[in-house]
């Protein structure tokens, strides 16, 4: 379980793929020190395990299934990522709850940066995740956990603070780049609810 507060920014330093497996190798020495091998990271928003470390790299192992469902199918070497290591029973939750099983992607249509050094980015979403979103509820874009300002049944926004850009690949993205999305867990088990009435 994850808060959507990322804690550093990795790069790509080599993907090895055997057409069953990829392995990713990430260049993290912020958090690499503090991680052992087994433990779970995620990786723009996606859950993975450390198969292998050094003092400034975390190894990761993914199948066809996680990259061609997430971005991470898209990364090259040098790709920024965000980087968040799995709660402590003990950590605060800076932002919200969090499993890192990325629901689906959407693309960046719009950057909207009138307000300075704030923006507004604009989503195109596909229906089935839009159902999950609500004004004011919480969302995960690439593991950032983020409040949801507009919610349309194919687009949504949310409001970017200098820092969130800075700090996160967020900053770095542009018109057609695509996202994980990851939305609200409680909203999950409600719409469930809803689709059980009718069995």
């Known amino acids: 379980m994850f808060s959507g507060i990322v804690e550093a920014l990795g790069t790509v330093s080599k993907i090895i793929s055997d057409g069953t497996v990829c392995q990713l190798e990430i260049n993290a020495p912020k958090i690499a020190a503090d991680v052992e091998v087994s433990d779970s990271v995620a990786v723009n928003g996606c859950c993975l395990t450390v198969v292998q470390k050094t003092e400034s790299t975390v190894s990761f192992q993914a199948v066809p299934e996680t990259m061609s469902r997430t971005n991470l199918g898209d ?3 040098g790709s920024p990522v965000n980087l968040e290591r799995a709660l ?3 950590s605060r939750l800076g932002g919200h709850f969090v ?3 990325v629901d689906g992607l959407a693309e960046l249509v719009k950057i909207d940066d009138h307000h300075g050094e704030c923006a507004d980015y604009y989503f195109r979403i596909d229906k089935e995740l ?3 979103m609500a004004s004011k509820g919480s969302v995960a874009v690439d593991g ?3 409040t949801l300002v507009k919610c ?3 687009l949504f926004s949310v409001a970017l603070i200098p820092f969130t850009l800075a700090e996160t690949t967020l900053g770095k993205k542009k018109i057609g780049d695509k996202v994980n999305i990851e939305t609200d867990i409680l909203s999950k088990y409600v ?3 809803f689709e059980a009435q009718q069995w």
């Open 75 to 77: 990364l090259r070497e």
């Open 88 to 90: 402590l029973a003990s």
């Open 99 to 101: 499993s890192g099983h």
């Open 130 to 132: 839009a159902k999950n």
């Open 144 to 146: 950032v956990s983020l």
């Open 152 to 154: 349309e049944p194919d």
């Open 191 to 193: 719409q469930r609810l």
